[in-house]
């Protein structure tokens, strides 16, 4: 039996008073890779783990491949989890950890271990059997972790936060390869982050979650040109978040006035009126102030900061404050500087409310 | 289409339709344990028997047993359930009501009489057996998360625990109530309104105070002058550059191992009388003799002899646990270091202290062998209890009276302790090692402290040394130091016969009951507590918070009262044990049974929870969790818990000393026997003999439980936190 899809259906999770999860509903496809993503205390861990079994449902269902799941415990469930902490089994070598799912399975110990070697090999381990888990690197236990819920080749692999115990440079890696390896063995993957870029690197599908409900669940592209509302908008990629006009809607494209400023964004069937607007901070182009095409917006450059590849800077409008990020090309300006702020086209949508 | 093996396993769901061998294997043991040892224990009946009588409790039971394990055969896993569930539970009741309700059980037809019968073993396997029935029957209708294993462990414990803790308490409590009248209440208050147990006229004359205020005065001093000296000593060792020896950790160790009132009689020897420092006084210095050590000034000797070293485990302990970050802060604001100590050192350790001194109290509440020794004319509860039970007038009203104000002032101590220990939380104890160096004690104070300690130890070690030698020499209660092995030989002579060895000496029968017993418990001991331990800390149930609180419970209550409550609850129908080896086993079991469940839980802290959750999501049931993942990290507890269980039933005097009988004597027991008999070589002998086999004993149960093996960074990958 391969990946299996999985279905929320009005999940809710409660702690005494606390609503750690409150009425979800999703549905992620066989073979896909979703991730959970939300600020902290936003329920991603409690979502993941109501999958795994580990904790059971206060209310609605849970399917697993159209099989209510929502009464079985972790061990009747066929899915595995690879934990932040890892949670290798520290008195027990490589092997043995990864053996533990098919022995604890009744599977005869010579079968276990040609199982155990198979996913070791696939995960470049092959020849740290006997190592035990405190005598290899974070990286090292991290796959030892992922070969570990491998092995059973579950319906559904959690991950919850696999990477935050890694360094930043190892973080891009590993994060590859574990797409690379859902992809490769069309697994049914949900994973928990609370790193957006990661989220928008690696998922099919993202689910945004806020205050223990799904903001919005698309796809990476779709979150960034489509924000379904104003947290979702202001959390991915830290929009401008700003009141506008709806001036007029021709087919799919409508015509915004901001402040004066006129630019052009995608409808989302919306009909001409006040709207708020999301403006990502690489939507707007500097130009001097003088400069002859008239338009755009006019600003007082605030603060002005200098990372490297890039600008950041704060730029007081008539919009308000507006983060607004440029390339450091040679032509930067500095503080107190009177500037003209132009749409580059792209980057700026509106929000349905 | 990507790589997969060629074998799907896939064990989940399809488990229920399986047989399920947990019902039958109930059902082979709950029939056959009755079938061949005895259903009732006083004329041997067994299963058969009490079958042909028509009782109906044996009969349900059976029925139960048989219907839920038929209908696993047949595969019909919820009728198997429903059987056990319903049946499980009406055969309990059916139990119940002929053994603690045999007259309204003989009014409809339950039993034979109305007095009630004496169920044997076999009808204590049928009893288990039915309640796991039960527990894994409604687990499997959802109770305890669905979790068979979490539901028979604690339910099985539940019951255990009321029967063996709750149940004893209870009898106790209602025989205070019973006596010549029929006006309950006032046979109770007269009873308890009695001037020898509450007078406080020693405060204003010369005349005696009563055994209650006694009690709580020697409690106060005893907790007040351990804790002091403990301080003073894990102050020396934690915070000046001093290195104790390596023998200072023996030392440590000695306390636990040696029987509760070798002190008491240590000091006799030195301070009696005629004792060895008497003596020398009176020749040398003219200072007369004289019987100050009998009373409250010896017993508090005593007492704090054995109390300081543990109280310096845990507050060396706390001391350590301390961040020096926070004293290194206070020194760059520019404490001084008398400043630092009195304002951010002690404030800190403060929940320690108090939870050290709360601890000595109750242990010198609790304490039965120095007042017995020593005690003199200064009576405390606990000996009055035994008085009460053993002495001339047979007063278990009385007996049971007393018992219950001293359960008062520990369960006091002990609520105190639980709160404190509750809003304690301010002492971090983070797994990351802080660095830094803790400050040094103000000038002069480690001066004044040796200044006292010294002394301490010297004293300290006069008396282990009496305890050591004193058996080994002719007779050391008059200094006569001729070595020699007579005391020995009378006790533990070992003949070559014909027929064999011959274990001609006194004391072998009750050092072999003693050790019998003890290697009994000590298992059980473990086993029930460390699983207990795994379910409160970390298993969510209904009921979690109770069942902690009784297995608390238990550690509030002094070995006497549990003494008094056991004789009186279980020499009389249903559960009649006064008299077999089974009541000092279950006894030592339930005594010890808190320590258990504390180290584990204080072990499973130390291991992150998701590790079980990990094995729980590779389809480890708990049982197999527990086995595999948990107990293996829990190597240390488990050491821990064996050697207290066993070394605590080794020295235990108060609850033992009334479940004694001549068939199953023990060995300490025996002791108090000899020193009322005069005969104190014999008896520092025999102490001395068993110190040196319960230090055998420990190093074995170290070997062969062993280390848990976690490589060299391994103390870092069990504690790697979760979220
Ligand atoms: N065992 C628990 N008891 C009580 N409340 C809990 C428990 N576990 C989680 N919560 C609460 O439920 C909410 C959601 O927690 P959850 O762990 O799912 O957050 P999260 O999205 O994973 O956050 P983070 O990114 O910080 O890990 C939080 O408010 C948390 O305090
Ligand atoms: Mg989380």
């Known amino acids: 039996m391969g990946p299996a899809s999985l279905d929320f259906i009005g999940v809710t999770k409660r702690y005494g008073a606390v609503t750690a999860v409150d009425d979800v509903s999703f549905r992620c496809e066989a073979g896909s890779l979703t991730t959970l993503l939300g600020p902290s205390g936003c329920g991603k861990t409690t979502t993941l783990r109501m999958i795994a079994g580990l904790e059971l449902a206060s209310e609605g269902r849970i399917l697993i491949d159209g099989k209510d799941v929502t009464h079985l415990s972790a061990a009747e469930r066929d899915v595995t989890m690879v934990f932040q902490s890892y949670a290798l089994f520290p008195h027990m070598n490589v092997l043995d950890n990864v053996m533990y799912g098919p022995r604890s399975s009744g599977i005869g110990k010579a079968q276990a271990a040609e199982m155990a070697r198979e996913k070791l090999g696939l995960l470049g381990l092959s020849g740290y059997d006997t190592r035990l888990p405190s005598e290899l690197s974070g990286g090292q236990q991290q796959r030892v972790a992922v070969a570990r819920a491998l092995v059973l080749e579950p319906s559904i692999l959690l991950f919850d936060e696999p990477l935050s115990n890694l360094d930043a440079r190892l973080r891009r890696k590993v994060r590859e390869d574990i797409r690379a390896l859902q992809k490769d063995l069309g697994l049914t993957v949900v994973y928990v982050t609370h790193d957006q870029e990661e989220a928008l690197a690696v998922s099919d599908e993202v689910i945004v979650m806020s205050n223990a409900r799904i903001a919005q669940k698309a796809s990476p592209r779709e979150l960034w040109n489509a924000p379904a509302n104003l947290f979702v908008a202001d959390f991915i990629g830290d929009a401008n978040v700003v009141d506008g006009t709806i001036a007029s809607v021709a087919g799919d494209t409508a015509v915004l006035d901001l402040a004066g400023a006129s630019v052009e964004a995608p409808a989302r069937g919306l009909a001409p009126g006040p709207v708020k607007v999301a403006l990502r901070p690489d939507a707007l182009r500097l130009a001097p102030l003088a400069a002859s095409d008239a338009g755009g917006l006019t600003g007082t450059v605030r603060t002005a900061s200098y990372l490297g590849k890039h600008m950041e800077y704060e730029i007081e409008t008539p919009l308000g404050e507006l983060f607004v990020v440029a390339p450091a090309d040679g032509d930067e300006v500095g503080a107190g500087a009177e500037v003209r702020l132009l749409p580059k086209g792209h980057g700026i949508a509106v929000i349905p409310q | ?723």
Not at chain 2, 231 to 242: D, E, H
Not at chain 2, 506 to 531: K, N
Not at chain 2, 551 to 562: D, E, H, N, Q, Y
């Open chain 2, 1 to 723: 289409m990507p790589r997969r093996s060629k074998a799907r396993h896939r064990p989940p769901t399809d488990r229920i339709a399986m047989i399920d061998r947990f019902p039958v294997i109930l059902a082979a043991a709950g029939l056959i344990g009755p079938a061949a040892l005895a259903y009732h224990a006083d004329d041997g009946t067994r299963l058969a028997g009490a079958l042909a009588a028509g009782h109906a409790a044996p009969a349900l039971g059976c029925l139960a047993l048989v219907l839920a394990a038929g209908a696993s055969f047949a595969g019909a896993q919820r009728a198997s359930a429903l059987f056990g569930a319903v049946g499980g539970m009406l055969a309990l009741v059916a139990m119940i009501l002929a053994g603690f309700f045999p007259a309204l059980a003989a009014g409809i037809g339950f039993a034979d009489n109305e007095v009630g019968r004496p169920i044997g073993p076999g009808a204590g396997i049928l009893a288990l057996a039915l309640v796991a029935l039960f527990a894994g029957a409604i687990a499997r209708f959802g109770a305890f998360r669905n979790d068979r294993f979490v539901s028979v462990s604690v339910i099985t414990i539940g019951t255990l625990v009321v029967l063996f803790v709750f149940w004893p308490v209870l009898r106790m409590l209602s025989e205070a109530f019973q006596g010549e009248s029929e006006a309950r209440a006032a046979v109770f208050l007269d009873r308890l309104l009695q001037g020898d147990i509450w007078s406080l006229a020693c405060l204003w004359s010369t005349a005696r105070c009563g055994v209650a205020p006694n009690t709580v005065i020697l409690g106060i001093l005893a907790a007040f002058f351990s804790t002091t000296l403990a301080l003073g000593l894990a102050l020396l060792a934690v915070r000046t550059n001093v290195r104790f020896p390596r023998a200072f950790d023996a030392l440590a160790i000695l306390p636990i191992i040696t029987p509760p009132f070798v002190i008491g009689l240590a000091l006799i020897v030195l301070f009696g009388r005629t004792g060895l420092v008497t003596g020398a006084l009176w020749d040398w210095f003219g200072i007369p003799r004289s019987r100050w050590l009998y009373g409250l000034p010896g017993v508090l000797l005593a007492q704090v002899l054995s109390q300081v070293p543990l109280s310096f485990l845990i507050l060396v302990g706390s001391l350590k646990a301390l961040s020096p970050t926070l004293e290194e802060a206070a020194q760059t604001l520019r404490a001084t270091r008398t400043r630092i100590l009195m304002t951010v050192t002690l404030p800190l350790l403060l929940p320690a202290i108090a939870n050290t001194y709360l601890l000595a109290f109750v242990e010198s509440l609790a304490d039965f062998g120095n007042p017995l020794v020593l005690g003199g004319n200064f009576e405390v509860l606990s000996t009055k209890i035994f008085f009460a039970v053993v002495g001339a007038q047979h007063e278990p009203g009385r007996a049971a009276v007393l018992a219950m104000v001293l359960l008062a002032f520990t369960l006091a101590a002990f609520l105190l302790q639980m709160r404190l220990l509750a809003n304690a939380s301010f002492v971090t104890v983070s797994g990351k090692g802080d660095s830094g160096v803790p400050a040094a004690l103000p000038k002069g104070l480690p001066a004044g402290l040796w200044s006292v300690i010294i002394p301490w130890i010297g004293l300290t070690i006069a008396v282990y040394s009496i305890v050591l030698i004193g058996g080994f020499v002719k007779d050391i209660g008059r200094f006569d130091m001729t070595p020699t092995l007579d005391h020995l030989r009378t006790g533990f002579l070992v003949e070559w016969t014909d027929n064999g060895l011959f274990w001609a000496g006194s004391a072998w029968d009750s050092f072999w009951t003693t050790v019998l017993v003890s290697a009994a418990a000590a298992p059980l001991t473990a086993i029930i507590g460390l699983l207990t331990a795994y379910v409160l800390a970390r298993q969510k149930f209904h009921g979690r918070r109770s069942l902690e609180f009784l297995t608390m419970l238990s550690f509030a209550i002094p070995g006497t009262v549990i003494g008094v409550a056991y004789i009186l609850a279980f020499n009389v129908p249903p559960v009649e044990i006064t008299g077999t080896g089974f009541i000092l086993i279950a006894c030592f079991v339930f005594r010890n049974m808190p320590v258990g469940v504390r180290a584990g839980i204080a072990a499973l802290s130390q291991i992150d929870p998701s590790l079980d959750e990990a094995s729980a999501t590779l389809r480890a049931r708990t049982g197999r969790t527990l086995v595999a993942v948990v107990l293996p990290l829990m190597k240390p507890a488990i050491v821990a818990t064996l050697i207290f269980s066993f070394v605590h039933a080794m020295t235990a005097v108060s609850a033992i000393i009334f479940l004694v009988t001549a068939r199953y004597n023990m060995a300490t027991a025996y002791i108090v026997g000899r020193v009322e008999a005069g005969e104190y070589s014999l008896a520092i002998a025999y102490c001395a003999f068993m110190i040196v086999f319960m230090i055998v004993a420990i190093a074995t149960i170290r070997l062969l439980v062993g280390e848990a093996r976690l490589g060299r960074r391994g103390s870092e990958a069990i504690a790697a936190g979760g979220h």
